[in-house]
């Protein structure tokens, strides 16, 4: 089975600022995939960016980017320039690769950009 | 867009009643996922579907079941209603080929229970 850790279960930063949410797994497959969601207060989920495992350049998607440790088994998400509007639940999550069965979630990251 | 329908936002319901939530999505995705999602917990798979008719215990299967009629279908049953089993449950979908390049799982916007 797989488990997911996000270790910081609040963080608060200042418009502008760059704030980076750990998050570490642990698995025993080598192939799988991992994701970050954002939930704001809309409740709706909103897939940020993914990463595959086979791969070893770190995704980036516009302000956010990964830094993407395998051997660690760490995937930490970066937000740059942080906008008000990425206040929110950050949601760590892993997928094996035939993936199913779903993902596995984290605990969450409530994220809170001070204007 | 893809788009996954849950009819039911908000529910209150009481101890020992027999709860439906439905969800509904039009992308014609295989796999299909309910989720229960509490404070501090995150979110954690209650049952999941590959296939009509097809079901699969998630990590918290206990006092739910499933069923899957139609494709486009899940409906999560809560058989005797009980106050621990008030949260928000989260409805998600994806193609079988969900590891294909721009594939993910897809939410839909939640129901809140509430059982008095």
């Known amino acids: 089975a797989q488990t997911v850790t996000q270790s910081q279960p609040e963080m608060s930063v200042q418009e502008a600022e760059t704030v980076t949410l750990s998050c570490t797994y642990d698995t025993s497959e080598n192939n799988y995939y991992l994701f970050w969601y954002k939930q704001p207060p809309s409740r709706q989920m909103i897939l940020v960016i993914r990463q595959e495992a086979y791969k070893q350049q770190n995704a980036t998607e516009n302000r956010f980017s990964v830094n993407f440790q395998k051997a660690a088994k760490s995937f930490s998400l970066k937000i740059s320039d942080s906008q008000l509007g990425d206040t929110a639940m950050y949601f760590c999550a892993f997928m094996k690769h035939e993936g199913a069965d779903g993902l596995t979630f984290g605990k969450g990251t409530h994220l809170i950009i001070q204007p | 867009d893809v788009k996954v329908t849950q009819s039911s936002r908000y529910l209150v319901k009481r101890t020992g009643e027999k709860v439906f939530l439905e969800c509904v999505q039009d992308?014609?995705?295989?796999?299909m996922f309910w989720y229960r999602q509490d404070p501090g917990l995150g979110l954690r798979l209650i049952y999941f579907s590959y296939d009509v008719k097809m079901k699969e215990k998630g990590d918290i299967p206990e006092g739910y079941s499933v069923s899957r009629e139609k494709k486009e279908r899940f409906s999560l049953i809560l058989e005797s209603a009980s106050t621990n089993q008030t949260s928000m449950y989260l409805c998600a979908s994806s193609f079988e080929r969900i590891w294909a390049p721009g594939n993910t799982i897809y939410f839909g916007e939640g129901s809140w229970l509430t059982v008095v």
């Open positions: 992308m014609d995705h295989e796999n």
